[in-house]
């Protein structure tokens, strides 16, 4: 902005054209009737226009302060309640972590409760793709795949990950084979998963098959695409097809029975997942400690 706001006199001027009169605006405000009328004065002279006009007692908006008073009523209405909304995060003591669909699903939310119990804040979870604005939106934390939007934040590693083959017990059962190879597996039965919108370099079933083994198009022939790893996985455990999903996200699901691993051969995955903050908040204690709680441990996972 070129210049400062006389904020104290649009909020006299509020107050004093909602009132209708000097005297109940200085109540509301704990200042005198006197204060009031000064300020609105300050205002007048800050627009070279006169805002109201007064009749004994009585005042009443000009046209000038028709003209200005929805605006600036609309306007410190939205600052109280920017204030408000700050205080009570302040008063709560709230983390803003924004998290990746399939990271807060599988990931995330297997690890809250022992996360936050250790912690003095309330978290607010927010499930939304990238990218974010850390600026803009109040985020503390970003959890993600590849870090390519936020090359000037700090980046600390959760997790590598690798691609594997999983359906439900009941549909190898159909269609599998002993030789857990996935040829038996009719075509259109390979669930495609795109990755989300920003990823085509993620492995897919071509990359799986050397092509002498399956020549189809598998993603052409494939009954199902998924735009999200997460429906990909749950079309998986509901017996619709075989899907190539991130091995971590799975761990659940294969203990509970919900499905299984048919193959150990895994696909790298392009990027890894990784924890996001502005460096300025690096240092602080509760992000050092939300960090380390988040920091990779190595697990293992087989069939039941």
Same mark, same amino acid.
């Given at each position: 902005?070129? *210049? ?61 302060? *028709? ?134 370099? *993620? ?51 294969? *203990? ?49």
């Amino acid at each position: 902005m070129a *210049e400062h706001l006389p904020l104290n006199a649009l909020r006299s001027f509020e107050c004093a054209a909602r009132c209708g009169g000097f005297v109940q605006a200085g109540k509301e405000l704990g200042v005198s009737s006197a204060a009031v009328s000064l300020q609105v004065k300050n205002l007048e002279a800050y627009y070279s226009k006169e805002l109201f006009l007064r009749r004994g007692n009585k005042i009443f908006l000009t046209d000038a302060g *028709e003209t200005i008073y929805p605006d600036v009523a609309s306007a410190l209405e939205q600052l109280s309640h920017a204030s408000e909304k700050l205080q009570r995060r302040r008063m709560r003591g709230q983390f803003v972590i924004s998290v990746l669909p399939i990271l807060s699903e599988f990931w995330l939310l297997p690890r809250l409760a022992q996360i936050s119990a250790s912690l003095d804040v309330s978290l607010d979870i927010r499930v939304e793709n990238d990218p974010i604005d850390f600026e803009q939106s109040g985020v503390d934390l970003r959890l993600t795949y590849d870090s390519r939007y936020y090359k000037e934040y700090f980046r600390s590693e959760i997790l590598t990950d690798v691609a594997v083959p999983t359906c439900s017990h009941a549909f190898w059962q159909r269609h599998g084979n002993s030789d857990a190879t996935l040829n038996a597996v009719p075509a259109q039965y390979f669930l495609h998963n795109r990755w989300g919108p920003a990823y085509a370099s *993620e492995p897919n079933w071509e990359d799986w098959f050397r092509p002498p083994e399956r020549p189809e198009d598998l993603s052409e022939a494939s009954r199902y695409s998924f735009s999200d790893t997460t429906l990909v996985i749950s079309a998986a455990r509901r017996g619709l097809g075989v899907a190539l999903a991130p091995r971590s996200f799975l761990k659940e699901d294969v *203990e509970a029975g919900r499905l299984i691993l048919p193959s150990e051969i895994t696909l790298p995955m392009t990027y890894t997942y990784a924890a996001i903050c502005p460096h300025a908040k690096r240092q602080t204690k509760l992000m050092k400690k939300i960090l380390a709680a988040f920091e990779p441990k190595p697990e293992k996972l087989d069939n039941p």
